[in-house]
């Protein structure tokens, strides 16, 4: 990077696929959400791709520059002061006028924005590159408003695919679905269901989740390798193939087979209310 590059972007795209080399067919590691704020880390020789790491996990990947806004870091600060509008549903369109018109961009669940006006169910919004859309007001949160509860939300995602990589309600990874869901809820996690493990608190064996703690599955001495969403009692949501709920119970008809025998333990996230994204 030289002295004059930006050193922070913004997302402006629905979603930013992160790769874990500067190649469309690399393997897809993560996803960026819109209005995300992403530090510069460096740039390929065409500067077509950048180098960057989310600011909202920490995670690090390669992604194309034509889905970021280059912003300086007061800019960025700017952006997450005025960007209060969440998207509180799975996906929404945003449009030329209120209602109707053409496509401006699809946007997902925890998308953030910067609020506009309203005009009767509809709200214009602001895109990080500048763009104007309305989507229905409903479709926002403004921060006025409690989260669903975790049951009413894992209802909602029931069924979505699972995407190796994956942050959307397109498609999630297991740790992508358990960071999603409790960004909601206030509670910022990383990105690997590995660091989810190694981060959390560490609820006593024998103890039955509390909705809300992470429950963790791997082989006896290797990282784990995946990660699913307490419910309470013996039940977890979890993507695994899609998100669907299951029983830590061996003998309850909904015990995921392929999973028994490998718990590895439960942990309760850490929950400060979860701030913007810092730049």
Known sequence: MT???????IVCLAALDLRRTPDHRS?????????EVVRILGLTRDRQWC????????????????????ASTLAAARWTRRARARVRVSTVEARMRPGGGP???????????????RRGRHREVVLADGRRAWVPASALDLGRSR???????VRDLLGVP??????????F???????????????R????????????????????????????????????????????GSYFAHARGWVRISSLESSNPLCDRELDGSYRGCRRPRRPRLRPDST
């Open 173 to 187: 990874d297991c740790s992508g679905f358990t960071q999603q869901v409790l960004a909601e809820q206030g509670v």
């Open 27 to 35: 393997e897809l590691t993560s996803q960026l959400l819109s209005g």
């Open 162 to 171: 699972y995407l190796w990589g994956g942050r959307t309600p397109l498609g």
């Open 103 to 117: 496509l401006v961009s699809p946007l997902f669940w925890n998308a953030r924005l910067i609020p506009g006006g």
């Open 189 to 232: 996690l990383p990105r690997d269901a590995q660091h989810q493990f190694e981060r959390g608190l560490r609820v006593p064996d024998g103890a039955l989740p509390r909705a809300g703690d992470l429950v963790f599955f791997g082989r006896a001495g290797r990282p784990v390798g995946h990660v699913g969403l307490a419910l309470g």
């Open 147 to 153: 989260p669903p509860s975790l049951i009413s939300r």
């Open 3 to 9: 002295a004059h590059a930006p050193s922070r972007g």
């Open 51 to 70: 180098r960057v790491e989310n600011r909202a996990d920490g995670y690090r990947g390669w992604a194309r520059g034509w889905g970021l806004t280059p």
